[in-house]
């Protein structure tokens, strides 16, 4: 896994940013981080400080199967708005994800729902919907 590549992804996907070093530091790497050790972990927050921080470290162990964390980005108005509507919502941020190097796996169009199932650029699942 690399964290930088991840980190960055997800920041541009969910309008996040990279965290920012400790006060003082222009850089992680001059807050006293060993060299070996600049890619093993990364973070993101938002910005507005509303959502929750993710973080991103390498692991000793490989994935054996499902993800350890699957993200579901809520990006469409729901069942507010009709069916059609949700679907160009969804769809649209689909093909901006796809520009940061996600890939689209499927989509999920049933009892009204609709979801496309992605592929981080580490193959990863995530959902828009």
Request: aromatic letters at 8%.
């Amino acid at each position: 896994m690399d964290p930088d590549r991840l980190a960055r992804f997800y920041a541009e996907a969910l309008h996040y940013k990279l965290q920012d070093p400790p006060e003082g530091n222009e850089t992680w790497e001059r807050w006293l981080v060993p060299e070996a050790e600049w890619n093993s972990a990364s973070a993101i927050v938002d910005p507005s400080a509303k959502g929750p921080r993710i973080y991103f470290q390498q692991m000793d162990t490989p994935k054996l199967g499902k993800n350890r964390l699957h993200i579901d980005m809520n990006l469409s108005e729901g069942s507010r708005v009709a069916h059609e509507a949700r679907k160009k919502q969804v769809d649209s941020e689909a093909e901006r994800i796809v520009k940061l190097g996600a890939r689209k796996d499927h989509e999920l169009d049933e009892n009204g729902e609709y979801c496309v199932i992605m592929l981080d650029p580490e193959g990863n699942e995530f959902c828009i919907q």
